[in-house]
């Protein structure tokens, strides 16, 4: 297992479409071991394959909180099937547009069919953070982030400033 580098906006890699995973062998296994120890060092509650530069649709989740009860979760090819017409207001943030947060309006509850690492065909009902956030992870699987769901203005706003910093790292390289 390792720890990888974040991908930060403005990488345009955050905006590819991942391309669904077909075989599941050992180095699948890996990846995934990869993102969850990466996504447990960030730290965060979620990560998409893409945030460490793989366009490929996994996304690893854990909302429990409990450092001494870890419960990660492996969500492979996955696909919301039902959406609440209920919706929920969260602050999000994002581990690839580090410290800035804003409140995102979303489906409350949804239903998800996805498969697991041995590639076995499963559906989970979410509500609360996990609908939260299982949604902005499937996001990034297709290139969506979301400032997207911000105004233009504040989308704008946020892209020029990661890009001046972009920069700014670039020149003390
Ligand atoms: O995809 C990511 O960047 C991981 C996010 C997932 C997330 C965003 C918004 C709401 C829920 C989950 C990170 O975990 S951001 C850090 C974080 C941690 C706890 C609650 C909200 C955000
Ligand atoms: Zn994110």
């Known amino acids: 297992m390792s720890i990888k580098p974040i991908v930060l906006l403005p990488d345009s890699v955050l905006r590819e479409k991942s391309a669904p995973i077909e075989r599941f062998d050992d180095d699948l296994t890996r990846l995934a071991a990869d993102m969850t120890e990466t996504m447990y060092d960030a730290p965060g509650i979620g990560l998409a394959a893409i945030q460490i530069g793989i366009p490929r649709q ?37 581990l690839s547009i580090p410290e800035y947060y804003a409140e995102v309006e979303r489906p409350a509850a949804i239903t998800v069919n996805y498969l697991d690492l041995s590639g076995k065909a499963q559906t989970i009902e979410a509500d609360g953070l996990m609908a939260t956030c299982l949604q902005h992870e499937i996001d990034h699987l297709n290139g969506v982030l979301f400032i997207d769901y911000l105004s233009k203005l504040k989308r704008q706003m946020v892209i020029k400033k990661f890009t001046k910093l972009a920069k700014q790292n670039a020149a003390v390289l």
Not at 59 to 81: A, C, G
């Open 58 to 94: 996994m996304l690893v989740v854990d909302v429990s909180k409990d450092e001494d009860n870890k419960t990660p979760q492996v969500f492979i090819n996955p696909e919301i099937v039902k959406n609440s017409d209920e919706m929920n207001v969260y602050e999000e943030g994002c």
